[in-house]
Each structure stands twice: as C-alpha cells, then as structure tokens.
C-alpha cells in the first residue's frame, strides 16, 4: 500500500539533495569547529556561510545575530527567560500558541510573573483591540506564532508590532516563525521584530536543529553555560546538521512551493464530504483544519492510518494534550474541538493523493 503523508506541518521528508549535502559534511567537515587547524576552520566557514544563508532569507538587510539552536523549543525557551528575569516583568502570549511559547508562560505565571494572554477571534486572527488594553509599562515580551499551528491561521505580525511599540517602545517582541519560513515571503526587519526562530524539519531538513535570529543590539541573560561557541547558546556546533538547515533553505522554491499545495488545497475544499467544514480563514494552503460532522477526530485519524493516510489532530507538540487550546480560543465549544483532524500539505504531494483522501474520507464518514 502507497503511503499519503498529510501532515507535513509535524514534520517534512528529508529532500535528497540536503542529506547528499549533510553526507558529505560528516565525511569532510566533521571537525570541531572551536579548534584551530585547518580542518576546524574550514568547518568554523562552513558554519558561517550557512548563518549568512540564515539571515538572508530573514532579511533583506542582513543584519542580526544568528544563532544555531536543536529547534525553535530551545530557541523560544533562551528567548522567554532571557528576557523575563524578576517577577516585576509582564509577559504577553497570544492565545493558542504552541507548547514551546505557551509551556515556558505557565511556567511564569505559576512562579509569580504576569502573564496575559490575546483572545483570538473566530476566524483565529489575534484580537488587536485587547492587545492594545495589554501593553503596560512595565510588558517585557510578547511572544506569537506568524502561522499557528492548528489551523494555520497567518497573524498580522506587522500590525501586532505597531502597536506594542507605539504603546511600550522597549517592549521585546519575539515571533515563532517556524510555520511559515520560506513558505512566505517576509523581512523580520520590515515587520519590526526583535527575534525570531526557524526549524529545519518543516521544510525538508534535518530534525534537531533550528535558528534564532536576535535583532542587532539585543541582550538576553544566558540561561545555558558551558562553551563559548556562540553567545547564548554553548556547545560544539552540529556541522553537518546546521549545512543541512542551509541547503533546505537553499532549495526551497517559495513561489513554485505556495502554487503546488494552493492547487491541492483548492482540490481539498472544492470536495470536502457534506458536513465538514474549516477552522480558521483557510487563507494558507500548506494547513487546513477540518471540522467533521460528529466524528471524533482521533477516529478518523486511526482509520486514515488504517488504509495509509497519515492526517493530524493538530500541533504534533500538543497533540496528545486533552484540549486544544487553539480552537477553544476562537470561541468553539470544547467538546467540538474534538471533532478535528489537520490536513497540512508539502512539495511530495499530489492531487491523486487528495482525490484517494477525500474517497476514503467520506467512506469512513458514511460509517458514522
């Protein structure tokens, strides 16, 4: 049985031209880039060039500070703690956001921090007038995603910033990207951020490693220690991962990648089975969140996984979680937020693939 992989929004297919790029740097560049001989410091440029390579796909400018990371959950971690240090600080996290942001905001506000959370709306679009009665003197971050994870909703990330820094100028605004890198055109520095963070396994690279950009002139406290190797996050550098992240980045056709999956998201919503319909505004085709008629999600799901499909609940991170924050937070009722499954698409996807899934979806609906 052919598999159909619907849920690249876990996790992507290594592309074959990265792991050829990784192979080689295991072979060649396996030296440890802190050490002073030749071989070190040919793997010490190699790890540069792919920084540079980083950096101009966040921004035109090239300008920032790059720093290799196992993922965007330690990036979003160094970032939260570094910023919020005495209890006397303010934190704000959009509603709904992934386990890495929303995790380290219990964390906070159960260890006497303030901490507020942004309603979003019913088409999961953040709701900017609370936003603007949040800000405070004394709010130290704001953190959200650019592309939530559920549903797939792209947040107006330019206008979040405006308002906070009319409001609090010196407030850290810190974006979870990891959705929408190379998938969307944008400039970190045209938004106005002040950090973001970039995975490699959402877009065909290798799983465990990942980037966090920092605005020119930033300081975080360090919340690891040990090594030097780059500021804020020590330990000898993982070459042959972070060349991989830089040749996915490479590789990546953002244009020619949106009109492939719009295409298949368009072949997904012209025949979804009577009685299902979407969460969220639908506006980015790599994620669609489909409500089904009185059918348990995770039902649907097994007996997907059953003829070969492979579909998600949602955020692969919070997944197992007994709610979903995303969905309880655009106003629908809990005991409906079980009736989902995620469809998130990717380059090795075909229409045939979407025409077998919509047929075997309405045969596993017809059953209940």
């Not at 052919?2 to 060649?28: C, H, Q, W």
């Not at 492939?260 to 919503?269: F, N």
């Amino acid at each position: 049985m052919k598999e159909i992989y619907f849920d690249n929004a876990a996790t992507t297919r290594i592309r074959p031209e990265v792991l050829s790029a990784m192979n080689d740097a295991e072979g060649g560049l396996f030296y440890n880039s802190s050490a002073m001989y030749a071989g070190s410091v040919k793997s010490r440029k190699a790890i540069e060039q792919a920084g540079d390579i980083v950096l101009s796909r966040l921004t035109k400018r090239k300008t920032g500070n790059v720093i290799f990371t196992s993922g965007a959950t330690e990036g979003n971690n160094i970032v939260i703690f570094g910023k919020m240090t005495n209890p006397r600080q303010h934190m704000v996290v959009l509603a709904g956001e992934h386990s890495s942001t929303y995790a380290p905001s219990v964390y906070l506000k159960n260890n006497g921090y303030e901490v507020d959370y942004i309603p979003l709306k019913k088409n999961g679009v953040a709701d900017l007038d609370t936003l603007t009665r949040l800000i405070r003197p004394n709010t130290a971050l704001i953190v959200f995603g650019y592309v939530n994870s559920d549903t797939g909703v792209i947040q107006p990330t330019a206008d979040i910033v405006k308002i906070v820094k009319s409001i609090n100028p010196k407030a850290h605004v810190h974006c979870d990207v990891v959705q929408g890198f190379c998938k969307f055109d944008f400039d970190v520095m045209d938004l106005g951020l002040d950090s973001v963070v970039v995975s490699a396994h959402k877009i065909y690279g290798p799983k465990g490693v990942g980037a966090l950009w920092l605005k020119k002139g930033t300081t975080l406290k360090p919340i690891m220690y040990g090594g030097s190797q780059q500021e804020y996050r020590p330990g000898t550098e993982n070459n042959s991962d972070i060349i991989g992240l830089a040749q996915a980045i490479k590789h990546f056709d953002t244009q020619s990648s949106y009109m492939h999956v719009k295409k298949l998201q368009d072949r997904l919503l012209s025949g979804l089975p009577r009685g299902c319909s979407i969460n969220g505004d639908a506006s980015n085709p790599y994620i669609t969140n489909i409500m089904l008629p009185n059918v348990f999600g995770h039902t649907v799901m097994n007996a997907l996984s059953s003829r070969g499909i492979y579909v998600g609940l949602g955020s692969a991170c919070s997944s197992k979680a007994a709610k979903n924050r995303t969905l309880i937070a655009m106003g629908i009722p809990e005991n409906k937020t079980k009736n989902v499954i995620r469809v998130s698409f990717g380059i090795y996807n075909t229409l045939d693939e979407v025409d077998i899934f919509l047929d075997e979806l309405e045969n596993i609906l017809k059953s209940y």
